[in-house]
């Protein structure tokens, strides 16, 4: 687990100075269609509405780690994710992410990563997802696998997330939360799947990756676009 006592910008300081930095890179050129390694990402679940969100409160019961949620608020810094590869397989900035990789989604404000493990989920039973780590290093069970169809993770496409370690998809079933996340929806993995596993892209900002004079696919460019 990561040191809480360790001096950190208030959150929504951290997010705006992230896009402000981001911004400057900007280029010119037609919106990506797909996500690319190094993007700065919103998640929405389809069936319920809401955004994959974290913050620095923990679970009273289960694991105690920090708490992974779904809101319906679209403006909050609190729910942007970082694509980024796994301790075993790199995720080089620009590269679009294929159907089938695996990865890791770090919470951006606290740098801790999408995690789960056999821990119930404190309102469903379900299997609990939290986040974990340490400024994006945790373990094993932060990597999940990108479920979609075709080559490539699509912008417009609803996709799953498949937890590598346990095989569960990362859901939401509408069960929501009293004090002191009042309003907020639980977010668990589930194996079988559903609508309510189904997730698409929404607000970020994305690497792109560039184009050699020869014609040939560049990514050691590093270029952003919302």
Same mark, same amino acid.
């Given at each position: #687990?990561?040191? =809480?006592?360790?001096?950190? $910008?208030?959150?929504?300081?951290?997010?705006?100075?992230?896009?402000?930095?981001? !911004?400057?890179? $900007?280029?010119?050129?037609? @919106?990506?269609?797909?996500? &690319?390694?190094?993007?700065?990402?919103?998640?929405?679940?389809?069936?319920?509405?809401?955004?994959?969100?974290?913050?620095?409160?923990?679970?009273?019961?289960?694991?105690?780690?920090?708490?992974?949620?779904?809101?319906?608020?679209?403006?909050?810094?609190?729910?942007? +994710?970082?694509?980024?590869?796994? !301790?075993?397989?790199?995720?080089?900035?620009?590269?679009?992410? %294929?159907?089938?990789? &695996?990865?890791?989604? &770090?919470?951006?404000?606290?740098?801790?990563?999408? /995690?789960?493990?056999?821990?119930?989920?404190?309102?469903?039973?379900?299997?609990?997802?939290?986040?974990?780590?340490?400024?994006?290093?945790?373990? /094993?069970?932060?990597? +999940?696998?990108?479920?979609? @169809?075709?080559?490539? +993770?699509?912008?417009?496409?609803?996709?799953?997330?498949?937890? %590598?370690?346990?095989?569960?998809?990362?859901?939401?079933?509408?069960?929501?939360?009293?004090?002191?996340?009042?309003?907020?929806?639980?977010?668990?993995? #589930? =194996?079988?799947?559903?609508?309510?596993?189904? +997730? %698409?892209?929404?607000?970020?900002?994305?690497? %792109?990756?560039? @184009?050699?004079?020869?014609?040939?696919?560049?990514?050691?460019?590093?270029? &952003?676009?919302?």
């Amino acid at each position: #687990m990561g040191d =809480l006592s360790r001096p950190v $910008l208030p959150q929504a300081l951290q997010t705006l100075f992230l896009l402000l930095v981001y !911004s400057c890179l $900007l280029t010119s050129g037609t @919106e990506l269609n797909f996500v &690319t390694c190094g993007s700065v990402i919103k998640l929405l679940n389809t069936r319920h509405d809401v955004r994959l969100h974290s913050h620095d409160v923990r679970y009273g019961s289960g694991s105690g780690q920090q708490s992974v949620t779904g809101v319906t608020a679209v403006e909050d810094s609190n729910s942007y +994710w970082s694509v980024r590869g796994t !301790s075993d397989a790199l995720c080089h900035r620009g590269t679009p992410v %294929k159907c089938g990789q &695996t990865i890791r989604l &770090t919470h951006v404000n606290t740098g801790r990563n999408l /995690h789960s493990h056999y821990f119930t989920s404190p309102l469903s039973s379900n299997q609990e997802v939290s986040a974990f780590g340490d400024e994006g290093e945790g373990d /094993h069970l932060d990597e +999940w696998s990108v479920q979609c @169809e075709g080559a490539l +993770w699509r912008r417009e496409e609803a996709v799953r997330f498949r937890h %590598k370690a346990t095989d569960a998809l990362l859901s939401v079933t509408g069960e929501q939360y009293g004090r002191p996340i009042h309003g907020q929806t639980e977010v668990h993995a #589930m =194996l079988h799947p559903s609508q309510h596993s189904l +997730w %698409k892209t929404m607000e970020g900002i994305f690497m %792109k990756p560039s @184009e050699s004079p020869a014609g040939s696919r560049d990514y050691s460019q590093r270029h &952003t676009e919302f």
